[in-house]
DNA sequence: AATTTACTTTAGAAAGC
DNA sequence: GCTTTAAAAAGTAAATT
C-alpha cells in the first residue's frame, strides 16, 4: 500500500512536471513567433485537453505541444503556416502536421481551412508594402478564390503570389525571390498561381 | 449526361492467402529469381509476377500479401501462379487457399470541378479533414459504405478503404448525392 | 524555364521491433 | 508507432537539362 502511494506522488510529480514542459515550451514557441498571449493561453487548453483525453500516448509531448500552438494560431485567426511553426520547434514539420490533424480530430476542434488573406499583413509588412498593395492582394485573393482557383492549393503559396501581383499593381515590386522567402514557398509556387490569378482577374 | 459511376475504375486491389506451410525465406530468395529478401528492412520476401502485374509479400508463416493487381481476377490469377511456383519448387501448398480481398482502392471523375472550402462545410467539418497546405485533396469519411474518399478540385475522386466491387459505386452515387443536395455540383 | 523524379494523403494485410 | 508493397488523385519541391 505504500508503495502504491509513492508510485502515485511519482507519477503525479511526473505527470505535472510533463504539464510544466509543455507549457513552457508553448511559451518559448509562442515568444518565437511573436503571437500574443491569448493565442499561448488557447494553445495552453488545447494541450491540457488533450491531456486529459489521454491524446498524449505515444507520441511526444513537444509534438502535441506544437500542435496545439498551430492549431490556437488558426483557431485566433492568426495562422503560422508548418513551416513557420517547425522553424521553432525540436519537431520536424510532417509530425506537427499529423499530430494536429489527430488532436484536431480526436477533439472535434473543427477548424476551417485557413484563408490565404489571414497571411496578407504579415507577409506584406515583412516586405514593408504599403496598405494599398494589402488591400490589392485581398481583392486578388477574392476574386480568384470565387473563380475557384484556390480548392486544392496551400494558403500561403496562395497568398505569396496574390502579394506579388498586387506589389507589381501599385509600382511597389518586389521580386518573386523577395517574396519567396517571406512566405517560405518556391518561385515557381509563385510564378504558376500569379499566372492564374492574373487571368482570374482579367488582365493579361 | 454521364454517369460518374460510369467512370469507375479499380487501380488497385490488395488481398492476403495463406499457403498452409512454413518457409525457409533464405532459401526460398534462392530458388526464385527476381525474389527480393532484406530481413533486415522488412520480414517479407518480395515477389513480383509481369502477366497479371502484381507483387507479393510472402511471409515465414506461409501467408502472402498480394498488392498491385488491376482486379480480383487478377489477384487470384497472380497468387496462381506464385502457388504454381512454389508447387515446382517441391513446396507443398493446399489446394485452393482462401484469398481475402482487403481493400480496392478505385478512382473515378465527378465530371464537374469542385470547391473544396464549400465542401469542407457542407460535408460537415467532423467528418472532413481539409488541409491544403499538407495535401491537395479532401479527405472524407463515409460510414455506408464505409469508405474513405479524397475529392479533388479537379473534380477527380479517389475511393479507398472497401472489400467490395460493389462499395465503389455506391460510394460514388452516395457522395454526388450529397454534393447534389448542398448545390455544389455544377 | 521546362522535364524528370520524388514526396505528401487514403486503406489494408503480413511479422517483428 | 515503424518498417514494405501498389495505385490513383494534384500540389509542391528539388535536381537535371
Known sequence: RLRKWQERI??????????????????????????????REV?????????NEDLIRGRSIEGVSTAALYA?????????????????????QKEIGRTYRYISQELGLELKPVDPKQFVPRFASALQLS???QSKATEIIDVSAEQGLLSGKSPTGFAAAA???????????????????VAQVTEVTIRNRYQEQIEAMGFR | MTN???????????????????????????DLPGADFNPDNFPGLVYRTQEPKAAALIFRSGKIVCTGAKSIDDVH???GIIFEKLRGLQIPVEDDPDITVQNIVSSADLGHNLNLNALAIGLGLEDVEYEPEQFPGLVYRMDEPEVVILLFGSGKIVITGGKRTDDAEEA??????RIEGLGLLG
Do not use: H, W
Open chain 1, 131 to 133: 496598405e494599398e498593395v
Open chain 2, 4 to 30: 460518374p459511376a460510369d467512370s469507375i475504375e479499380i487501380q488497385n486491389v490488395v488481398a492476403s492467402t495463406g499457403i498452409g506451410q512454413e518457409l525457409d525465406l533464405e532459401a526460398l530468395a534462392e
Open chain 1, 163 to 181: 502579394i506579388y501581383a498586387a506589389s507589381l499593381l501599385c509600382n511597389e515590386k518586389k521580386t518573386q525571390r523577395e517574396v519567396a522567402d
Open chain 1, 10 to 39: 511519482r507519477t503525479k510529480d511526473a505527470g505535472e512536471r510533463n504539464l510544466q514542459f509543455a507549457l513552457s515550451e508553448i511559451d518559448r514557441m509562442a515568444s518565437a513567433l511573436g503571437v500574443p498571449r491569448s493565442v
Open chain 2, 172 to 177: 460514388v452515387e452516395e457522395i454526388v448525392e
Open chain 1, 43 to 51: 494553445a495552453s487548453v488545447i494541450y491540457r485537453r488533450a491531456l
Open chain 1, 72 to 92: 490556437a494560431c488558426r483557431q485566433e485567426g492568426i495562422p503560422r503556416s508548418l513551416d513557420e511553426v517547425a522553424d521553432v520547434s525540436r519537431v520536424p
Open chain 2, 77 to 79: 490469377d497472380a497468387l
